[in-house]
């Protein structure tokens, strides 16, 4: 017979929980009121006045931005780098990952230590962007995928993590006439979906979130991530959208505009990330404990 002991709560506990309870308020306040502020109608909004709650409600400032096409190129051109760079960086990752496991691989050691060299030893902005350029990258989607496909920190844990996998596994496959390619797919993958699922969202993220790389060697406006666009429209005080309609851009206050344009930009890892988090919680902990 088993017994259920509940912890009982001390008074550490209390307060830890009021405090995380209050932290957590604040943290999320700004973006409720962000949201609120984008959805106040234009006949009630007063600049520089705090109001928690809209009198009038609108979406107008959303149907404004999505009918703008700057946005909608900003938005597609994002989604594209963030879809094709996340596949390719789990590619790389995983492949050379697991390539990096096979004791029986030539130079393996060096190979290891040349990863763990980048880890240490940035070269900097300007060796990349000479690189990138020398590549024939610069002004393309190619230059924000190509020089990120994978990075060491990713490799050591996804090496750490495929280690763990027991190697009579691997050998009981291959005496069934499994190829190495075979073993990968078959077994390693399966076996590794808290892995790949945790990077997913890691690189997914990254692609989303891609800024300074996009500045740096991005020269077309067409090719702007959505990153850079509400950049530009937040900071920038006389900016306005790209095609817009003159009538609706005076009509709507700008303030409204640029904070709709940045509840957009956020809104998917918004959605995503709680449903998530979990495969974050694992990430954390993939490779640090072998069985």
């Known amino acids: 017979m088993s017994f259920v002991q509940t912890k009982r709560l001390t008074l550490f506990d209390y307060i830890n929980y009021i405090a995380l309870t209050i932290i957590s308020i604040l943290s999320a306040f700004p973006i409720l009121y962000l949201i609120l502020l984008s959805l106040t ?3 009630v909004y007063v600049p520089f006045q705090f109001n928690i709650w809209p009198e009038k409600w609108s ?11 700057s946005f909608v190129s900003a938005f597609r051109n994002t989604i594209f780098i ?22 029986q691989m030539p130079y393996r050691n060096i190979m290891m230590g040349i990863v ?30 190509w020089p990120v496909l994978t990075n060491a920190w990713s490799l050591i844990v996804v090496k750490s993590f495929l280690e763990s996998i027991p190697s009579e596994l691997k050998e009981s496959a291959k005496m069934d006439g499994c190829t190495d390619l075979g073993v990968f797919i078959r077994i390693i993958l399966p076996l590794s979906m808290p892995a790949v699922a945790a990077f997913t969202l890691f690189f997914a993220i990254a692609h989303w979130n891609t800024y ?12 702007w991530t959505l990153q850079v666009l509400v950049k530009t429209l937040v900071l920038d005080a006389s900016s306005n959208m790209t095609g817009s309609s003159a009538s609706m851009d005076q009509l709507l206050p700008q303030e409204t505009i640029r904070i709709a344009s940045v509840v957009l930009a956020m809104l998917p890892i918004l959605l995503v990330y709680p449903f998530l988090q979990k495969h974050f919680a694992k990430g954390v902990m993939l490779g640090s404990i072998k069985g």
């Open 116 to 145: 763990v060299l980048t880890l240490v030893f940035n070269p900097g902005i300007i060796p990349n962007y000479l690189l990138v350029k020398d590549l024939g990258l610069l002004n393309s989607f190619g230059a924000l995928i």
């Open 59 to 69: 979406l107008e400032a959303y149907s404004y931005i999505l009918s703008t096409p």
């Open 82 to 103: 963030t879809v094709i760079g996340t596949l390719l960086n789990l590619l790389f990752t995983f492949t050379m990952a697991y390539g990096l496991t096979e004791k």
């Open 212 to 223: 300074f790389n996009a500045i740096l060697y991005l020269t077309d406006t067409n090719k």
């Open 41 to 43: 109608d234009k006949d």
